[in-house]
């Protein structure tokens, strides 16, 4: 059986949506400390994703160690390395969108399974996300419609829906940018007969 570490509404629409049986269950793990501990030495925002994706998994899979244990964590960062955090108020959030206007940033989407309290299998994947230009006006009125749902997204978008808007061009896949990196996950699972081939 497959466990998903995770109560994310996206993650489990898209496993639902790709037929792929599954149980998610909270990973029960402190993520903001060991994120600020692995801040605190350094640790890039790519590896930070997977590191958190296999504490979910890893932590779970103990528990549950018969069971496949998927983790998953996603990071989101400037160029420069500077990560990008979710917005505590509105206007943290209209500040962020300011700042992110004509500049690219990076998603990074990792996945982790654990078998036996241990890891099995990791993904991690990168997009690119270039924001066009945008006027006060524009963000206002984006804000009035999405705020506060978008309040726990990094970034403050939510790519399947009015977030598109922001954007001028993307590279990479959706199923990174909403926070699973599917496509890889789905040819382990056929490996490992969880998914039909």
Known sequence: MLILASQSASRRGMLDAAGVPFTAMAAGVDEDSMKAGLRAEGVSPRNLADALAELKATKLSRRHPTDLVLGCDSTVAFD????????????AQRDLLLRLSGKRHKLHSAAVICEGGAPVWRHVDTAILHVRP???????????????????????????GRGAQLFARIEGSQFTILGLPLLPLLDYLRLRGVMPS
């Open 80 to 91: 420069d390395g500077t990560m990008i955090d979710k917005a505590e108020t509105r206007a």
């Open 134 to 160: 945008l006027g006060e006006a524009f963000v206002d009125a984006y804000l009035d419609a999405e705020w506060p749902e978008i309040g726990h997204c990094v970034g403050g978008y939510r790519i399947e």
